[in-house]
């Protein structure tokens, strides 16, 4: 019967463990299942770029262990073990290559995104990491060690790109950072803003190639040469890869599941599929895909009271985004997409103060950098809600 059916939720990052605690608070006695196809440590993802300014080891960053969290959570913990599908119509998910199946009265994709890996060519793709998780950041930190690294090619210049190129500098590494747009953070920042960043981080030593493409990372006699498509090359000793992130959808798409730009919900964090239900990274949220932290922590307070019997809308409030640069620390509002009105800048070496306002004078967005993020409080409390 469906009262005693378990809540299962796919996935322990900050969303699936997140939410745990949440529904916790408010039930605790419904059986709660938790899979994932990692190890289960509970981390602090955002932490993951700051390895080197903190001088963190992969179990310094690990916090608790996935029979740690079980207990605390009153829960079942399994690890190492992928969801390859789900029947909506029978409430069963296939667990592992086996024919196990487990019943669910409720489940949660808490999938979280996957990083977008760019079309490169050649014969050093070995050297080439992405660090999208603990187990990522363990692989990464001991390629490191293992090839006396000491200098470091960056693929992308966005959030990732230059959180991990200043914590690069901050250990002492050389630094080459590629992107094809033209300045530091090119999604997320005007363009001043993000001149203001790229400026301060080459004061540090960092080095920057706005407008070409990575196109080959082939070995050499030491390390790896990494070729552009304006005929540059940049010889390093390992390649990071930061090209940005993808919400996982395939296990919702290939279980009828809709999905878009992520899997789509409501409010509610419903998916299409009855008693199934969506969010962190790997969800759209009544249109909106927000790969932060704050959003998802939103989500999880709501859904923890709808699991528990109460159905409770997810509402966003104004959410600014911190970038973990220290060479020179940014404070981001974006408008939302399509809004209407212009930028004004207040520009003082690197601290810049970029207000985003539409005809009337309604603050819509803001980009805060160096001292200029003193401002963030004064302006966060003008914006209006992402989701109201
Ligand atoms: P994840 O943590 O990715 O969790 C996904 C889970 O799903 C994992 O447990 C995985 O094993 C599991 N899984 C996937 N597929 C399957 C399957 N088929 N079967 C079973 N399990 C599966 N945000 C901020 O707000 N501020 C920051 O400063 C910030 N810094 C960041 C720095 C870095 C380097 C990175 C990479 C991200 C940063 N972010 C930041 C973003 C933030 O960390 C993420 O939004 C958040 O951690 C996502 O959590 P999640 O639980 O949705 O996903």
Same mark, same amino acid.
């Given at each position: 019967?469906?009262?005693?059916?378990?809540?299962?939720?796919?996935?322990?990052?900050?969303?699936?463990?997140?939410?745990?605690?949440?529904?916790?608070?408010?039930?605790?006695?419904?059986?709660?299942?938790?899979?994932?196809?990692?190890?289960?440590?509970?981390?602090?993802?955002?932490?993951?770029?700051?390895?080197?300014?903190?001088?963190?080891?992969?179990?310094?960053?690990?916090?608790?262990?996935?029979?740690?969290? @079980?207990?605390?959570?009153?829960?079942?913990?399994?690890?190492?073990?992928?969801?390859?599908?789900?029947?909506?119509?029978?409430?069963?998910?296939?667990?592992?290559?086996?024919?196990?199946?487990?019943?669910?009265?409720?489940?949660?994709?808490?999938?979280?995104?996957?990083?977008?890996?760019?079309?490169?060519?050649?014969?050093?793709?070995?050297?080439?990491?992405?660090?999208?998780?603990?187990?990522?950041?363990?692989?990464?930190?001991?390629?490191?060690?293992?090839?006396?690294?000491?200098?470091?090619?960056?693929?992308?210049?966005?959030?990732?790109?230059?959180?991990?190129?200043?914590?690069?500098?901050?250990?002492?590494?050389?630094?080459?950072?590629?992107?094809?747009?033209?300045?530091?953070?090119?999604?997320?920042?005007?363009?001043?803003?993000?001149?203001?960043?790229?400026?301060?981080?080459?004061?540090?030593?960092?080095?920057?190639?706005?407008?070409?493409?990575?196109?080959?990372?082939?070995?050499?006699?030491?390390?790896?040469?990494?070729?552009?498509?304006?005929?540059?090359?940049?010889?390093?000793?390992?390649?990071?890869? =930061?090209?940005?992130?993808?919400?996982?959808?395939?296990?919702?798409?290939?279980?009828?599941?809709?999905?878009?730009?992520?899997?789509?919900?409501?409010?509610?964090?419903? +998916?299409?599929?009855?008693?199934?239900?969506?969010?962190?990274?790997?969800?759209?949220?009544?249109?909106?895909?927000?790969?932060?932290?704050?959003?998802?922590?939103?989500?999880?307070?709501?859904?923890?009271?709808?699991?528990?019997?109460?159905?409770?809308?997810?509402?966003?409030? =104004?959410?600014?985004?911190?970038?973990?640069?220290? =060479?020179?620390?940014?404070?981001?509002?974006?408008?939302?997409?399509?809004?209407?009105?212009?930028?004004?800048?207040?520009?003082? @070496?690197?601290?810049?103060?970029?207000?985003?306002?539409?005809? @009337?004078?309604?603050?819509?967005?803001?980009?805060?950098?160096?001292?200029? +993020?003193?401002?963030?409080?004064?302006?966060?409390?003008?914006?209006?809600?992402?989701?109201?």
């Amino acid at each position: 019967d469906t009262v005693h059916a378990p809540v299962v939720i796919l996935g322990t990052g900050l969303a699936g463990y997140g939410l745990a605690r949440e529904f916790r608070k408010h039930d605790q006695d419904t059986p709660l299942i938790l899979i994932t196809s990692d190890d289960g440590r509970s981390y602090s993802k955002p932490m993951l770029s700051t390895g080197f300014t903190k001088d963190m080891s992969t179990d310094d960053l690990a916090q608790m262990d996935a029979g740690s969290m @079980g207990r605390m959570l009153k829960a079942s913990v399994w690890t190492m073990t992928k969801v390859g599908a789900i029947d909506t119509e029978h409430q069963l998910i296939k667990v592992g290559d086996t024919d196990t199946a487990v019943h669910y009265g409720k489940l949660v994709l808490a999938l979280g995104a996957d990083v977008i890996r760019p079309p490169i060519a050649g014969d050093g793709l070995d050297r080439v990491y992405s660090i999208n998780d603990l187990l990522d950041y363990d692989d990464f930190r001991t390629a490191m060690k293992k090839n006396d690294v000491k200098k470091v090619c960056l693929i992308g210049g966005g959030l990732i790109g230059c959180e991990y190129t200043n914590d690069l500098i901050n250990g002492g590494f050389q630094t080459e950072t590629v992107d094809p747009l033209g300045y530091c953070l090119p999604t997320l920042l005007p363009e001043p803003a993000g001149k203001a960043v790229q400026a301060a981080l080459e004061e540090k030593g960092a080095r920057f190639h706005f407008g070409p493409l990575v196109t080959e990372v082939n070995k050499a006699a030491v390390g790896v040469e990494v070729s552009l498509n304006n005929g540059e090359t940049i010889v390093a000793d390992l390649v990071v890869s =930061a090209v940005g992130v993808r919400p996982r959808v395939d296990l919702a798409q290939a279980s009828g599941i809709k999905t878009n730009r992520g899997v789509v919900t409501n409010r509610l964090l419903e +998916t299409s599929a009855p008693n199934v239900y969506a969010m962190g990274d790997c969800a759209e949220v009544d249109g909106h895909v927000l790969v932060y932290v704050a959003p998802l922590m939103a989500q999880a307070r709501a859904l923890g009271k709808t699991l528990a019997g109460e159905p409770t809308e997810v509402s966003y409030p =104004a959410m600014p985004v911190t970038i973990k640069v220290p =060479a020179c620390p940014v404070t981001v509002a974006p408008p939302a997409e399509g809004a209407q009105g212009e930028w004004s800048f207040e520009i003082d @070496g690197h601290n810049v103060k970029a207000e985003f306002r539409d005809s @009337g004078g309604a603050l819509l967005g803001f980009a805060l950098t160096g001292e200029a +993020t003193r401002h963030k409080m004064t302006l966060q409390k003008e914006l209006p809600a992402i989701m109201a």
